[in-house]
């Protein structure tokens, strides 16, 4: 997909119905001057008849061109009767999707709060997070 990471390669596992693709990176978010999602997308097109389920576990951002790739990616997934939800959604970046309204479109849900995630803020780990 053009993320910052260039070394992270997705991981797809297919669970019953569902493709898990775990995000590796920590920035959603594709690189500068590139404002497509094309390799992602060709990924979920190849996966043909599954639901996919995008594994933010690692995901700590998601840029203006991370949130266009997910309504993309939400769009070509209904056009062919699939869906997509986010799962393992760390606070800080679930707060992005709510204030954008996603939340409203995609299904999202937050990691568990027995195991919170070691979000950062500015670089740093938040007190009691990590």
């Known amino acids: ?9 997705p991981h797809v596992a297919i669970d019953g119905d569902k493709a898990v693709i775990r995000v590796p990176d920590k920035h959603f978010d ?3 001057g590139q404002s497509d999602g094309q390799p992602l997308s060709r990924l979920v097109s190849d996966l043909g008849r599954y639901d996919v389920v995008l594994d933010f576990e ?15 990616l ?3 997934l209904a056009t062919a009767g699939r869906r997509l939800t986010l799962v393992n959604v760390c606070p800080r970046v679930y707060d992005t999707l709510a204030l954008t309204r996603l939340t ?11 195991a919170p995630p070691a979000c950062e803020l500015a670089g740093a780990p938040i007190a009691g997070l990590a």
């Not at 690692?58 to 993309?72: E, K, P």
């Not at 409203?104 to 027995?114: D, I, W």
């Open 74 to 76: 939400h769009k070509q």
């Open 30 to 32: 594709p690189e500068d």
């Open 1 to 9: 997909m053009g993320f910052r990471c260039h070394a992270a390669v």
């Open 104 to 114: 409203t479109l995609l299904n999202v849900r937050q990691q568990e709060e027995a």
């Open 58 to 72: 690692n995901v700590r951002f998601v840029g203006s061109l991370g949130l266009a790739t997910l309504i993309a």
